[in-house]
């Protein structure tokens, strides 16, 4: 079976502080897909990244970047120099299915406050 | 991408009644999900709704409480019937996106508050 940790259930932190959001997986599956999604005050879920088990490359894009370590099974977010508008609920998804099947499983979600 | 449009976004509903939640998409697409996050909490899926086909519900979810149609690739409704306190949730359709980096797209989701 599929299993998301977020362990982290608040984080809060001061703008411009940088702060990284841990996601711990588990599956047995080789093939498989994590996901981050933020959720703002609004409620929306709006798509970050997806990084597939078999491409291990960290990924930047601007002010966030993903460190996939599969031999901690871990996929953790980080957002350099933080904003106001970055306070929202963050959500990391584990899928195994995909054209055939949805076996999405979503962590608990880690909420983040940035303070001005 | 695919762009959802989800409605109602909110509602106040009685105890006992039901609501249905719609759900278009400005594309064509296989399948449409559709989840619940009660307050505070991660998102749990409901079922999945396939063209043509019954919806595969997830253990915890039954079609009389959860009714679900699928009446094309664009569309979906899903109905919460006879509703408590306890439905008091966001709903959120979800659909996998093909064109570009393959993704799950979701619809901005509808507040139901039952009281």
């Known amino acids: 079976a599929q299993k998301v940790t977020q362990a982290q259930t608040e984080i809060s932190v001061v703008e411009k502080e940088d702060v990284t959001l841990d996601c711990v997986y588990e599956?047995?599956?080789?093939?498989?897909?994590l996901f981050w999604y933020k959720q703002p005050p609004s409620g929306e879920l709006v798509f970050l990244i997806r990084?597939?088990?078999?491409?291990?490359q960290n990924e930047i894009s601007g002010r966030y970047s993903w460190n996939f370590q599969k031999s901690t099974s871990s996929f953790n977010f980080t957002i350099t120099a933080s904003q106001v508008v970055d306070s929202a609920v963050y959500f990391c998804?584990?899928?195994?299915?995909?054209?055939?099947?949805?076996?999405?499983?979503f962590g608990a979600g880690t909420r983040l406050t940035v303070k001005p | 991408s695919a762009v959802i449009s989800q409605k109602p976004s909110r509602d106040i509903c009685q105890r006992g009644t039901s609501l249905t939640i719609q759900c278009q998409v400005d594309?064509?697409?296989?399948?449409m999900f559709w989840y619940r996050q009660q307050p505070g909490q991660s998102l749990t899926l409901i079922a999945t709704?396939?063209?043509?086909?019954?919806?595969?519900?997830e253990s915890g979810f039954v079609i009389d409480k959860f009714p679900i149609s699928r009446p094309n690739l664009t569309f979906s409704t899903l109905t919460v019937s006879n509703m408590s306190p306890e439905d008091s949730s966001i709903y959120l359709c979800?659909?996998?996106?093909?064109?570009?980096?393959?993704?799950?797209?979701f619809g901005s989701g509808t507040r139901l508050t039952v009281v």
């Open positions: 979800s659909v996998l996106v093909d064109r570009g980096p393959l993704r799950y797209t």
């Open positions: 990084r597939n088990s078999f491409d291990e």
């Open positions: 998804a584990l899928s195994v299915g995909w054209n055939n099947n949805n076996d999405m499983r």
């Open positions: 599956t047995r599956d080789t093939t498989y897909y």
């Open positions: 709704a396939n063209q043509g086909s019954e919806a595969t519900y």
């Open positions: 594309s064509q697409v296989t399948m």
